[in-house]
């Protein structure tokens, strides 16, 4: 029996949460989370100003991303370096947009951007090829498994718990009992298991619609996985790039485009792509859920997703299908790179909001559900990128919502 318990399905740090607040008890809910942090356990995580540059102010995104700058100071307790990188327009329809996110990120106070010619893009680096680029200098790398253990150990060490494997079947309220009266939310996982609390919290990545309709919530936004494949650059390759190097966004996608990522091993990896998941968990190709398939078509905006931007998920269907299209698209910011060069990877499964009009949901929802259940649960239904990054930021505005919603 714990006074809030909270829910997670992503590797995000929001143990601060807990620790902030005095709570001491949290359940991981890691049925894909466990998973996809052995995916990557030996992977860096890179953090860039991406907030600040991209998103207006009035975004919830852009000023929880002010506070995430703090980070490059709290990792460095963690194994961390800076980072070159650049924002390049490799085409001149480009340069308006780069432009444009260059006058963003100056109202929004990035430290040290600039704008930089073909000379300069090439002295930093050298087998880049761009017409512009913005400058970033504030860009580091960190091992971002171990960001989430050392806050994990962090919250055990106030006292807290924290358990894995532990899948949520239902939500519901208590009996009448003492105990029900003192702890009237009761938290079932598949296994029969029961842990009873005042509150509960969630943050549930690709499971976070399914959690949420536990307590009557709305389905609307529903989740739609999408994959992320990664290519690797040999290591005698590795020469070709020195730093982070990313196209120009294009605003009506939330996905970044594929980029160049180095690592603190060295390596270097390129991508991700966007294409769809045929399962939640679908970190493979050829991983399947006809129950999951089915729910993507018949209860989300799928459909009106797809007609709305058919051409862009054909064209990313290819590249994902076809290695040579993809570095076709690399040699326009490294032509050097050939199809001899890189290797297959490993993926990743980004859990999108999508609405009924078949929008991308691009900004944080919050929920609770019905009745007195309802009451007492808050359900973070989206946490758009860049969330690990601005995580103690998050974790900030998640304890004022809970504070708001709970009366605490």
Not at 240 to 251: A, C, E, Q, R
Not at 310 to 332: R, S
Not at 377 to 383: P, Q, S, T
């Amino acid at each position: 029996d714990w006074p809030i318990v909270l829910l997670f399905g992503g590797v995000f740090a929001w143990f601060w949460i807990s620790v902030n607040t005095g709570f001491i008890k949290c359940v991981w809910q890691f049925s894909f989370p466990f998973y996809f942090m052995e995916q990557f356990k030996e992977g860096w995580y890179q953090f860039f100003f991406k907030g600040l540059i991209e998103f207006s102010r009035e975004s919830i995104r852009s000023w929880t991303f002010l506070f995430g700058e703090t980070l490059d100071c709290c990792f460095n307790f963690i194994l961390c370096y800076r980072s070159i990188q650049l924002i390049v327009a490799v085409e001149q329809e480009e340069i308006p947009r780069l432009k444009a996110l260059y006058e963003r990120g100056l109202q929004n106070g990035v430290q040290g951007l600039r704008l930089i010619q073909q000379e300069d893009i090439r002295k930093k680096e050298p087998y880049c090829r761009g017409l512009l680029a913005i400058d970033c200098p504030y860009t580091g790398i960190v091992d971002y498994r171990q960001v989430a253990l050392s806050f994990a150990q962090d919250f055990q060490e106030a006292g807290g718990s924290v358990l894995t494997d532990f899948e949520v079947k239902d939500i519901k309220m208590a009996d009448g009992s003492k105990n029900g009266m003192k702890y009237p939310i009761v938290i079932k996982n598949t296994k029969g298991e029961e842990i009873q609390c005042q509150y509960v919290v969630t943050c549930a990545g690709l499971y976070s619609d399914r959690i949420s309709e536990l307590s009557g919530c709305n389905p609307d936004p529903h989740i739609i996985p999408f994959r992320g494949d990664y290519l690797l650059l040999k290591p005698e390759k590795c020469y070709l790039v020195k730093g982070n190097i990313y196209p120009v966004p294009d605003s009506r996608f939330p996905f970044l485009g594929v980029h160049f990522t180095p690592r603190m091993d060295g390596s270097i990896w390129l991508g991700p792509n966007a294409v769809l998941a045929f399962k939640r968990e679908g970190y493979r190709p050829f991983d399947f859920s006809a129950s999951d398939v089915t729910d993507i078509i018949i209860n989300s905006g799928f459909l009106k997703l797809v007609f709305q931007n058919f051409f862009y998920g054909v064209n990313e269907m290819y590249k994902a299908c076809c290695l040579g299209a993809t570095v076709k698209h690399l040699q326009k910011f490294i032509p050097e790179i050939t199809v001899s060069d890189i290797l297959r990877g490993p993926a990743g499964v980004r859990a999108q909001a999508v609405d009924k009009g078949g929008n991308l949901v691009d900004d944080f929802v919050f929920d609770g559900g019905v009745g007195d259940a309802g009451n007492r649960i808050l359900h973070v239904r989206n946490a758009p990128s860049p969330a690990a990054t601005s995580s103690l930021a998050i974790s900030k505005m998640i304890v004022d919502e809970m504070q708001q919603r709970f009366e605490l």
